[in-house]
């Protein structure tokens, strides 16, 4: 039985790399997505651009809007002379952000009295609208406290120092990249695996295994274990870029990483072999591979938390395997997480796991035979 399984393992390996283009999936697609996650996609808000109406025109108006330029998040790169000006860049898409410091700014700060700043910000985006408006609220009211120590009848104020655990710097690279391990282990295994029973029935050769020695489960077992392996390899070649050129930090075990890994792949496997079932032809095979792997993605928590779908949607996400992977590396990624607190997702992954190779193990068989 171990010499046959090894011998389909070899059959799967040979057909597999003497395809240029298979080679290209296997080795740069992983790199290239990691690129594209690790630069393109981002939610970190820099150098918003952004237009200033400076109506005081004192000392302090000028101050204020150096801090602005000087934080890092905001470019100013139009000073106007009219509100006008200002909707128009705003409503033309030019800026994401618009400033207006009132007549009698330096004044009624000297006086200690309540002043208004207003601060417009393109709502389009609604994300990197708010975050705009927080970082600018944040700069006016800490330009605020410090002008307020040099005024006697001051009210009383408030010291609140918030700190960032796990990610000080707030990067949302740390966040996504992680990520970006589990969705490229699925999307390689689903397409190789979900492919893999399909090619053979296409071009024929199906027939000529089944009139071998082999068992439906050995044929299973020897067309999953390549691209077992190149799962594994991926996750390392992926991991190794992640860490040497992203800097992101791995505090946990590498040793829970390859279980975690190593369960979430059998499920992967899993969802392939059923997808190879229910295909006729490589094209279905593609189009079912994606039908399930957007969904699968946009109910793991990686784009959208959880908590903020539909109770419903809520209970669906439960039986995707990407949820709970996600959890598991970016807590030894990041918190440096052990078993100790990753058990819960280690055991639903690992009962969904087996429930997915059951059910596609039975139908395969039944094909099969």
């Known amino acids: ?60 108006s000028r101050e204020l809007a150096r801090r602005f330029e000087g934080s890092g998040y905001f470019n100013i790169i139009y000073r106007v002379s009219s509100g006008k000006e200002l909707q128009e860049l705003v409503d033309r898409g030019k800026v994401l952000c618009a400033i207006e410091i009132r007549e009698g700014f330096a004044k009624d700060l000297a006086r200690g009295f309540p002043t208004a700043i207003q601060v417009i910000v393109d709502g389009t985006d609604s994300n990197t609208a708010s975050v705009a408006g927080s970082y600018a609220s944040r700069i006016i009211l800490q330009y605020g406290r410090e002008k307020g120590k040099h005024i006697e009848a001051t009210p ?21 990249v992680p990520g970006v391990i589990a969705i490229l282990i699925m999307l390689i295994c689903l397409l190789l695996t979900s492919m893999a029973i399909v090619r053979e029935r296409e071009i024929g050769t199906i027939e000529q295994l089944m009139v071998t020695p082999l068992r439906p489960f050995e044929l299973m077992i020897g067309k999953t274990v390549p691209f077992a392996l190149i799962g594994f390899f991926d996750m390392l070649l992926v991991t190794t870029v992640g860490t040497t050129w992203f800097n992101i930090p791995i505090k946990g075990s590498l040793p829970l990483l390859f279980l975690g890994t190593a369960i979430y792949l059998i499920s992967v496997l899993g969802i392939g072999l059923f997808i190879s079932t229910i295909s006729r032809t ?27 779908m539909p109770v419903p ?46 059910v596609s193990s039975l139908r395969f068989k039944k094909k099969i035979g």
């Open 1 to 60: 039985m171990t010499e046959r399984i090894r011998q389909v393992v070899r059959k799967e390996f040979i057909e597999l790399f003497r395809d240029k283009r298979m080679k290209g999936i296997v080795l740069l697609l992983p790199i290239i997505q990691l690129f594209v996650f690790g630069y393109a996609v981002t939610t970190d808000v820099n150098h918003v651009l952004t237009a200033i109406y400076d109506r005081d025109a004192s000392p302090d």
């Open 156 to 176: 009383v104020k408030l010291d609140v120092r918030a700190r960032a655990w796990y990610n000080p710097d707030l990067r949302s690279r740390n966040y996504n």
């Open 282 to 308: 490589q094209q279905q095979a593609l189009m079912a591979t994606f039908l399930f792997f957007a969904p699968a993605i946009l109910l793991s928590g990686f784009m959208f938390p959880i908590e903020n």
């Open 313 to 358: 949607v809520q209970y669906i996400t439960h039986l995707n395997p990407l949820r709970y992977i996600l959890v598991i590396i970016r807590g030894i990624f990041l918190k440096g997480n052990g078993m100790d607190v990753l058990w819960p997702e280690i055991t639903a992954l690992s009962l969904l796991s087996l429930l997915l190779v059951g």
